[in-house]
Each structure stands twice: as C-alpha cells, then as structure tokens.
C-alpha cells in the first residue's frame, strides 16, 4: 500500500506544456476549455504527447484525430447529454487542429467547417436556445450568435468579440456560456480579419472597428429592441477593439478590456527585428504570427503587415469613452506589456468608472488573457458586471 504522507525529495512538477512558449500557449487555451465542456484534460495531454513543438502538420494531425475520435463517440452515444459534450470536444478540437496552417493551407477551410457543424450540434443535443443572424456590411456580411436566457432581457446584454486569432463559436466556451448560467444573455459576433469574413469574403482587419460593431448593434438591436444596456467584452486584440467601438458609438454602456490591448502597433513592432534574422525568424511564435498576420491583413509581406497594425492604438481614441470601463491584464503575459494597463488609464479620462485588475504569477492568472484561469477572471468580469450593471 502507498504512504501518501511520505514526503518525496524528487523532481517537481512541471509548469509548461511545451518548452516553446506559443506551443505551451495554444495548449493550455484548449485545456482552458475544459471547465465549460469544450475539453477533456487527459484526451489534450495524450494528443500533443505526440506533437513536436513546431511542426504544424504534426499538431493538426493530432488534434483532428481526436476530433473525429469524439465525432464517432458523438454518434455512438445513446444519452443526449453525453452525445452534446463530445460534439463540444470535437468543435475544439477541430478549431485547435488548424491554429497553426498556413492560411492558404486546404485543410484550415475542413477544419473550420467541421468545429461550425459540431458546434451546432452540440448546442442542438443540450437543448440550448440560439440564433444565428447575418448582418448586411459593405460589399458582405457579419455573422453573429445570439443566446436569449429567460429574464435576461432585464439585465445588460453581454456582447463578445475576439481577436487576432480566433473563431465566433470559441467565445462561447470563453465567455458566453458563463454569462447564460448568470442570467445574462448574450450576443458573439465577428469582424473584418476574423474568421468568417476572412475565410469566406478576404475581409480583411480594419482599425475603425467602431464600424462593424455599429452595424451589427444596429441590426441586432433592431431585433431584440428589449434590450436597453450593452456591455462590450474584447478578447486579446479585441482588448483594442471593444474600447475603440465603445469610444465611437455611446449605446455600449460598458467596456471590458480582457486583456489590456492599448497599443497592438507597438506589441507588434517588436517582432521586425526578427524577421530576417537566422534564428528568431524561424522560432514557431514569430512565424506563425508573422504569417497569421500577413493573412489576416491582407497584406504580402512581414514589413506590410507590421506597418498597417500601428493605427490600432487608443492613443487619442480613449478619452471619447463615457461608460464603464474594466480593464484586465496579466502581470507576466508574454504578449502584451502590463505597462500598457497605465498607459490606458491614463487616458481614460472621461469614463464613467475605471478599474483594473492585474493577476499575478502566482495566482495562475497572469498570462495573456489568463489562459488556463477561466474561473478567475470571470469572477472579476462578471462581479464588476454585476457591481456596476446589476
């Protein structure tokens, strides 16, 4: 029998997933899902046990077998509940399998219609309530979500876009469904160089972001006229874009920053140096982001793409925010530098309301958008929600 009290002199237990600090990332996003169903811890671990940091091919091998492995358990399975939770697995699963592919790559287009089909399915097996809208923009159109809870229509509604890399159905397991089971309803919608639009139009990141987000709270609002309060959520980049749409369009009453994105030009701007170094180039964070970027600005070369991020600063922009304002941030996040929480603050200067929050190493918290800690800032977010909003 085992003594659990002997104490042990070995070897500590590890902290990173992977030695690379993007493939470590990306792996603890996935396992970020868990807590709302859209991950099982030991299924993620035994699939980047095979995974070499790096190799692309590998990494989508190996999340979309086991996207297909949950398709077949999905199919298989009798009890509707169990039979939702797999198709949620698969739906991550397959968004994770394409992360880091080429743009160009056939297998992302797969991929990505794959996690849309298991999504759906899921929600249809639990019995959950949606609604899918297309809002007319330019020469296009922006796809949105809409998840009603009963009574919700007397409280905020909580309305979620991400950023530089992410997929519309990915907000739910973020955010969305942790604000159902409070009462709030909730809208997830996407942008020009997010993953519709640039999937399926080559609509490409623009920095006025204040104009997609006008249109789809017109069109959204229009539908649903029993909703008289907005609280805007921005994922990562939508760190930027959130606050830069509430600074142009005064029906979003609160704005929440998670993370802290004040100036992506200047996050960015780091990276040139590397782009044609012998060594840093090749390391697989600067290349991805430097081939993602490329793609999702619709630009041919590093240099352009690097260019074009540096009118998304709130620099001048910040002081036309009137509501309130949330802004989270991480105390060692790898992308983003905590000296721009200060740099937001500052200019924030007709707010209704400021507060900020800045998890610690120590708290499980203080990466980039508190990855792996989904219960920790939710529970910042929605008691400023309910402090400030009821």
């Given at each position: 029998m085992s003594d659990f009290n002997k104490t042990s002199s070995g070897p500590v237990g590890i902290r990173h997933l992977f030695e690379d600090q993007t493939y470590h990332f990306q792996a603890l996003r996935v396992l970020s899902d868990a807590g709302a169903g859209g991950a099982d811890i030991a299924e993620v671990l035994q699939a980047i046990s095979t995974v070499?940091?790096?190799?692309?091919?590998?990494?989508?091998?190996?999340?979309?077998?086991?996207?297909?492995?949950?398709?077949?358990?999905?199919n298989d399975c009798s009890d509707r509940?169990?039979?939702?939770?797999?198709?949620?697995?698969?739906?991550?699963?397959?968004?994770?399998?394409?992360?880091?592919?080429p743009g160009d790559d056939p297998r992302r287009a797969i991929a990505w219609k794959a996690q849309i089909e298991s999504f759906d399915h899921g929600l249809a097996d639990h019995s959950i309530a949606y609604q899918r809208y297309e809002t007319p923009y330019e020469n296009g159109a922006l796809k949105s979500i809409f998840f009603p809870v009963e009574g919700g229509e007397k409280r905020p509604l909580i309305v979620i876009v991400g950023g530089f890399d992410g997929t519309l159905e990915e907000l739910y397991f973020m955010m969305g469904k942790a604000a159902n089971e409070r009462g709030y309803s909730t809208l997830l919608y996407e942008g020009p160089g997010q993953a519709g639009p640039v999937r399926e139009q080559q609509m490409y990141f623009t920095h006025e972001w204040e104009k997609p987000t006008s249109a789809i709270l017109h069109d959204i609002?229009?539908?649903?006229?029993?909703?008289?309060?907005?609280?805007?959520?921005?994922?990562?980049?939508?760190g930027y874009l959130a606050p830069r749409a509430a600074a142009f369009d005064d029906r979003i009453d609160g704005v929440i920053a998670f993370d802290v994105?004040?100036?992506?030009?200047a996050v960015v701007e780091k990276f040139r140096p590397m782009i044609h170094h012998p060594v840093y180039s090749k390391l697989p964070g600067v290349a991805w982001a430097l081939e993602n970027g490329q793609w999702v600005f619709g630009k041919e070369s590093p240099e352009a793409f690097i260019d074009a991020t540096h009118p998304f600063t709130l620099e001048g922009v910040a002081q036309q925010i009137k509501g309130d304002v949330l802004i989270l941030a991480g105390a060692i996040d790898h992308f983003v530098p905590v000296s721009q929480v200060d740099d937001f603050e500052k200019s924030l200067v007709n707010a209704r309301s400021v507060e900020s929050v800045v998890f610690s190493e120590e708290s499980g918290g203080g990466e980039h958008c508190q990855v792996g800690a989904a219960a920790l800032w939710q529970a910042a977010a929605f008691d400023w929600i309910s402090r400030r909003f009821g």
């Open positions: 070499p940091a790096g190799d692309a091919d590998a990494w989508y091998d190996a999340f979309s077998r086991i996207a297909r492995v949950n398709e077949t358990l999905a509940m169990s039979r939702g939770l797999a198709r949620f697995r698969a739906h991550t699963y397959w968004r994770t399998s394409e992360f880091f592919l609002l229009a539908k649903h006229p029993e909703f008289d309060r907005v609280i805007l959520t921005g994922i990562s980049l939508g994105m004040y100036d992506f030009g």
